[in-house]
């Protein structure tokens, strides 16, 4: 049998309270007003935080609150009475005979209804982002949409929820300890650590101020329309709180999927590229598609999820071209999507010519160094080649058999003392890499020559890459 959570206002204390307080009628607490859910899947917690609204009566009103069957940490739960309301929170009890519950016992100035808050945190609510990209017919350009899926395990169904999703990750126990030695002066103890580590977490998912089983000024909920995103920055890195669009109802032991945002004729630069430690030998096509507020997005960073790309087919059909998932995208950013070979972009490589030269001999005897070619060299039976440099030119064919212009980056990767030299411009990407930058017309054929040199043994002196200039050495 699964239990729903709920609120009852019951006559509580009988013993405790005047005989007058004990005659008093009963009154249920109306349904949620306002429920606002605050995922942060990093550490499998959300904060939940419910209005409600309850008839009091002038004087002592007990009130119960219970969670058989949820995943809800009875130590983080708290009630929030409005300022100026004339509302004193008397009391807190767990009762031994009631377990999964506590009690409040709050005195009323007058009679008359009040919106109250109750907030605490929970377990099993996670969220995912996905994206569907579709491509128009002629390639230029895409409708991106992107969906958020809700996961709920909690043992609690929320109706008319507002959902909130921490996208980034702060370091909570980092921030523990913060907590700790403000407070005390010292780290915590373990016996410490998990009321901290809710404090923490509050801080950061928008409470703010936190004490467990307390009676707190009331924290107005944010509506989206003030603002779609609120950007929080924090010293230990940047965070981001994301409002969902709309008001959700969140199925316990279900996964609901929201349609959160669509982006029309989003830009797409398509850039082919040689880089064999992330694609493999093959010429790739990526698609790269800026998070920037040009394009409609921007507004907060793109989630990690999942992408699926959709190609429009002439009949009007899609097509998928490939799923891959991405990693956080941050404002102003590019979301990389690689698409894979393009048929219509050609690279053929061969090498025309390969050679050692600059051979250094190692005389054992004294462990002398010299360069064949050197005028003192003799002849030792006991020497051997110690270090040469590794030579070959190659010829890069691109071929452009397409109907669209085609960008080309061409990244070279060398491991160990290297140089390179090229007929065409290069610049260092970092120190064991460079980079070449073509634009092919459609139908346009381009060959390069590369002069790689790898200096190996007693020449390799550094691990570094070297550009050269000049001509090349001939093929033959």
């Known amino acids: 049998m699964r239990w729903t959570l709920h609120y009852l206002l019951v006559l509580l204390w009988l013993g405790a309270l005047p005989a007058e307080a004990a005659r008093i009628d009963l009154s249920t607490l109306a349904e949620r007003g306002e429920v606002q859910l605050t995922i942060y899947n990093s550490e499998d917690l959300t904060l939940v935080r419910e209005r409600r609204t309850v008839s009091l009566r002038a004087g002592a009103n007990p009130l119960q609150f219970a969670w058989s069957g949820t995943l809800i940490d009875p130590t983080s739960v708290s009630l929030h009475l409005p300022d100026g309301a004339g509302l004193k929170l008397l009391e807190t009890r767990f009762p031994h005979d009631r377990p999964e519950s506590l009690d409040w016992l709050v005195e009323a100035d007058k009679a008359g209804p009040v ?6 945190f929970t377990s099993g609510l996670t969220w995912a982002a996905d994206y569907q990209l579709i491509e128009s017919a002629d390639s230029g350009s895409l409708v991106l949409t992107n969906f958020i899926r809700i996961s709920n395990n909690s043992g609690e169904a929320f109706d008319n929820a507002q959902v909130r999703l921490v996208v980034g990750e ?14 005390w002066q010292r780290p915590p103890t373990e016996d410490e650590v998990p009321e901290l580590r809710y404090e923490a977490a509050a801080e950061m998912l928008d409470m703010a101020s936190y004490r467990p089983a307390m009676a707190l000024p009331a924290a107005p909920m944010k509506a989206r329309a003030s603002r779609p995103v609120e950007v929080l920055k924090e010293t230990l890195g940047d965070y981001f ?18 349609r959160n945002f669509q982006a ?11 880089r064999q430690r992330e694609y493999g030998p093959q010429l790739t096509l990526v698609y790269l598609i800026e998070n920037g507020k040009a394009q409609g997005l921007g507004l907060s960073p793109l989630p990690a999820g999942e992408v699926r790309l959709y190609r429009r087919q002439a009949d009007e059909g899609l097509r998928l071209v490939t799923t891959q998932g991405i990693d956080q995208v941050a404002i102003d950013d590019e979301l990389e999507l690689v698409v894979g070979l393009d048929p219509d972009l050609e690279l053929r490589q061969r090498t025309l010519r390969a050679w050692s030269d600059n051979l250094w001999l190692e005389y054992v005897k004294g462990r002398v160094f010299k360069p064949v070619g050197d005028p003192n060299i003799v002849v030792d039976h006991d020497a051997h080649v110690a270090g040469w440099d590794q030579n070959q030119l190659r010829e890069l064919r691109l071929a452009n058999h397409g109907t669209h212009t085609a960008q080309v980056e061409l990244r070279m990767e060398y491991a160990g003392d290297a140089y390179l030299n090229s007929d065409a411009p290069a610049k260092l990407h970092d120190y064991s890499s460079a980079e070449l930058l073509l634009t092919l017309a459609p139908g346009e054929v381009r060959r390069l020559h590369l002069h790689e040199r790898q200096a190996l043994g007693y020449n390799q002196k550094q691990d570094r890459l070297l550009l050269g200039t000049g001509p090349l050495p001939t093929a033959h």
């Not at 919106?115 to 605490?120: A, F, G, K, L, P």
């Open 115 to 120: 919106s109250v808050e109750i907030s605490y």
């Open 170 to 183: 702060v370091n909570l126990v980092q921030r523990v300890v913060e907590l700790a030695q403000r407070r």
């Open 241 to 258: 709180i994301y409002t969902v669009e709309g008001r959700q109802r969140v199925e316990e032991g279900y996964a609901t999927r929201i």
């Open 264 to 274: 029309d004729k989003v830009a797409v630069k398509r850039v082919h590229r040689l």
